[in-house]
């Protein structure tokens, strides 16, 4: 049985066509030159015209679904165009309930695996400020509150580590809440 590609993937292939135009001119020159260099028969030479016309005709399909895609991203049409453009393209694509569940968990998968490893990151670099190093590890000091105490180097790479943490934590958040 064959698997079926959810809407993300389909549209995610659509958008890296364009990336694959210069490999494809480069492989079609390459093609050039081999059949000039080889012996084939009329015959053979049919057989591979046909099967690139069929993927030529498949590429050209490809593009105007692509097409389809981009006038629902136009701000310029009215509403009810892209209502009925999007309205076209669920008829065409069938969207059934287990691709979009499948989508919509690994979405939030990915963003819930954000807010732990964020976790972890604010952990680490509060771990990292309030255990004591060994004094090889404690690089230079910027501030001295005493003689023997003050801000090094190491407390600044943690604030940037819990920083950073805190900043995918809220970043992750917005994104979960705003996909309910």
């Known amino acids: ?22 490999s494809v001119e ?3 020159d390459e093609l050039i030159v081999l059949l000039g260099e080889s012996d084939f028969d ?25 097409k389809e895609f981009r006038k629902l991203g136009d701000k310029n049409l ?16 069938k969207l059934d309930s287990k691709s979009s569940k499948r989508y919509l968990i ?17 952990g680490l670099g509060f771990a990292m400020i309030v ?4 004094p090889y590890f404690e690089m230079f000091t910027i501030y001295y509150f005493t003689r023997d105490d003050g801000v090094t180097l190491m407390d600044l790479i943690s ?8 900043y995918l934590l809220l970043i992750s958040i917005i994104n979960l809440n705003r996909q309910k």
């Open 159 to 166: 604030l940037l580590i819990v920083f950073t943490g805190v």
């Open 1 to 22: 049985m064959k698997k079926r590609k959810s809407f993300g993937e389909q549209i995610r292939r659509f958008e890296d066509i364009g990336k694959t135009e210069v």
């Open 106 to 122: 690994a979405e939030r998968t990915s963003k819930i695996t954000l807010m732990i490893i964020s976790v972890l990151m604010i």
């Open 78 to 93: 009215p509403r009810f165009a892209r209502a009925d453009s999007l309205e076209n393209l669920l008829s065409t694509y």
């Open 131 to 134: 255990m004591p190093a060994p």
């Open 42 to 66: 009329s015959e053979t030479i049919s057989k591979l015209q046909d099967k690139f016309n069929r993927a030529a005709e498949n590429n050209k399909i490809t593009n105007d679904k692509l």
């Open 26 to 28: 480069q492989k079609l």
